[in-house]
């Protein structure tokens, strides 16, 4: 079993700063890609912003300029830093990986539980 856990959301104001966490754990040979997903109110998930093992990064053009992802693969832990953040940007945020499981070196596609971020005055 691979488990991703994500931390980090929260209540800001526009203009404002938030860091998303999400660690995996669990019986785990290798992680590939990594990514963050959102999905608002009434509307459909949508890729924020991922990054490969090799940390070639790849954003949504909504996010561009602002949010930056990375990547501790010693703690197979990744990141999403977001800055400026608009109103726009509240949605539920979504840990995503592609993870080699052990002891059948099985290809997973695995995803966090999600996490509430909303941008308010």
């Known amino acids: 079993q691979v488990q991703l856990v994500e931390s980090g959301g929260g209540l800001v104001q526009p203009g404002g700063s938030l860091t998303l966490s999400c660690a995996a754990s669990?019986?785990?040979?290798?992680?590939?890609?990594m990514g963050w997903y959102r999905q608002a109110p009434g509307k459909e998930r949508e890729l924020v912003a991922t990054?490969?093992?090799?940390?070639?990064?790849n954003y949504a053009d909504s996010v561009k300029g602002r949010f930056a992802i990375s990547r501790d693969n010693a703690r197979n832990t990744v990141y999403l830093q977001m800055n400026s953040l608009k109103p726009e940007d509240t949605a539920v945020y979504y840990c995503?990986?592609?993870?080699?499981?052990?002891?059948?070196?099985?290809?997973?596609?695995?995803w966090g539980q999600g996490t509430l971020v909303t941008v308010s005055s």
């Open positions: 990054i490969t093992e090799r940390g070639t990064t």
């Open positions: 995503n990986a592609d993870v080699m499981s052990l002891p059948s070196y099985q290809y997973l596609e695995v």
């Open positions: 669990g019986s785990i040979f290798s992680i590939y890609a």
